[in-house]
């Protein structure tokens, strides 16, 4: 296909990153703080160019585009660039007293060259925020952005090579048979942003080569809804979390259980919200996104389709602009809706007894990214915690709590594992090595070690067998 990367490229640009790897000059604190002014330059010079992009691609308003892509990639890229000094300082752990003229230290290693794949949803903050994890490790890195969105995929591969150092980092175009040529070569971490299903392959690739794997997945995350919760409150902030970007996105609230006795409050509260979004209508709004490719389109259509619940706010859509009104619907236990990661703007509420109830439905299911609870009521926020396991939970709040830099985001089992964000993308590409420096002049201490053992020398190492173990 034309501008794909051709397929004996590939392991040229492979050797080519090696090579560059190896000169060292990825290296030095003061060339990655560099490269990563040069990323926060390239997404502030580019805004609109990528802002632009990404509606081509995705129908996603500019103040989206903005805020969730182009803004958290120059923040970030700042923020690393500032603190990078300190967190590639070496550690020095306290060590037993008889080790101290050691000179013990964890030095952090760039792990090599890493294969950066990302998905088309948040197609620059996605590619970006791996890359700059790589630059300030000292890492070379291949981006292989999503081929379903071509626009922003072009324009990272002619702007990074403008922006960084071409030599060291490098975009590759394709679909299945350029991702598949590039999966054959070894790399030194593979960072995969996308569904589970791909991640297999991705994990049996990576396997292979024993190469170790960051794997940024999805799935269906739940929304919590209890009686004490403030209800209007709720229903504003669950609808803003799956509307943005037309329920595209891998925190977006999957699907709500709520206690019986506030569903219809629930309901009338999303329906007043979705009023005041889109006055004249979500599918002619400019401020919604569209579905991203027909695929998709067809398999929300689908799912909407084979539902049995009752719909109870939108259910349209247009078949031209690819565009589906945010759709509410009530569902049971085992409704297509509750099937897999939805992955759009559908909402299906599924009612329930307690909060107990909906506890025991989660235990049966795989973790999701991000579990979200709606209670005023702290020991219910307890039992959430102590009952599940997710990669994130958030009370009170959707999507706004990727803003927050300073945790780690990930997955745990089917959402993935490994986890980015400043220091946490910085740690994913490095390797802590630890280093000794033993003196020549404490072989005084190590006689007893050597062979020939004797009594003595054994009762010298036999001293833990009498150490005290508290009871309790
Ligand atoms: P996608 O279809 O763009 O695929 C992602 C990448 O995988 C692309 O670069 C694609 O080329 C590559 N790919 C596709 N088929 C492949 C194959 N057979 N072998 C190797 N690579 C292949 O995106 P997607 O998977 O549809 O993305 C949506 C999913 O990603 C959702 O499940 C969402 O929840 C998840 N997601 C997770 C995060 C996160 O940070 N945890 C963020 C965004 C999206």
């Not at 996603?60 to 903005?66: D, G, L, S, W």
């Not at 960072?191 to 269906?220: C, D, M, Q, W």
């Not at 002049?441 to 190590?446: K, L």
Request: proline share 7%; aromatic share 10%.
């Amino acid at each position: 296909m034309t501008g794909f990367t051709q397929l004996e490229e590939i392991p040229k640009i492979h050797a080519a990153l090696r090579k560059t790897f190896r000169s060292g000059i990825t290296k030095p604190i003061a060339w990655r703080r560099h490269q990563l002014h040069q990323l926060a330059r390239l997404a502030q010079e580019n805004a609109d160019e990528i802002a632009d992009c990404i509606y081509k691609d995705l129908g996603r308003p500019k103040q989206e585009a903005i805020m969730g892509d182009v803004a958290a990639v120059i923040e970030r890229s700042l923020i690393v660039a500032s603190n990078l000094e300190e967190w590639a300082k070496p550690e020095e752990p306290t060590v037993q007293p008889w080790q101290q003229s050691w000179n013990t230290r964890v030095e952090k290693q760039p792990k090599g060259v890493a294969l950066i794949i990302s998905p088309w949803n948040y197609p620059f903050i996605l590619s970006v925020q791996p890359l700059y994890g790589a630059i300030s490790a000292g890492c070379c890195a291949v981006i292989k952005p999503s081929e379903f969105s071509p626009h922003v995929s072009a324009f990272l591969a002619k702007a990074i090579p403008k922006y960084l150092e071409a030599s060291a980092y490098k975009v590759i175009l394709g679909a299945v048979p350029e991702i598949t040529r590039v999966l054959e070569l070894k790399w030194d971490h593979i960072f995969y942003t996308g569904n589970g299903r791909v991640a297999r392959i991705i994990s049996a690739a990576a396997a292979k080569h024993l190469t170790p794997t960051t794997l940024e997945l999805g799935g269906k995350s739940p929304v919590l809804v209890d009686s004490s919760a403030d209800i209007d409150i709720s229903a504003k902030r669950i609808l803003w979390g799956k509307v943005n970007n037309s329920g595209q996105i891998c925190v977006a609230p999957d699907y709500i259980l709520a206690e019986k006795a506030i569903v219809p409050q629930l309901i009338d509260s999303i329906k007043k919200h979705s009023q005041d979004f889109f006055p004249d209508g979500a599918l002619v709004s400019k401020s919604y996104g569209k579905i991203v490719t027909d695929a998709h389109f067809n398999r929300l259509k689908g799912l909407l389709q084979r539902s049995k619940g009752k719909v109870v706010l939108g259910g349209q859509w247009d078949e031209k602009t690819r565009g589906i009104e945010p759709t509410v619907v009530i569902v049971e236990e085992e409704d297509a809706l509750l099937e897999d990661e939805l992955f759009g703007p559908i909402l299906p509420i599924l009612p329930v007894e307690s909060i107990d109830e909906a506890l025991q439905y989660l235990q049966d299911r795989d973790y999701p990214l991000i579990l979200y609870g709606f209670s005023n009521n702290k020991v219910n926020k307890q039992k959430i915690l102590d009952a599940t396991m997710s990669g994130a939970v958030a009370f009170g709040d959707t999507f706004q709590t990727v803003a927050v830099n300073e945790v780690p985001f990930g997955g745990v089992g089917e959402s993935g594992h490994g986890s980015q964000n400043l220091k946490y993308s910085y740690d994913s590409f490095s390797y802590l090595r630890p280093v000794f420096d033993i003196p020549f002049q404490d072989e005084q201490f190590f006689g007893a070690r050597y062979p020939p053992y004797s009594e003595k020398s054994l009762e010298f190492f036999s001293a833990l067998l009498k150490a005290p173990i508290p009871k309790i």
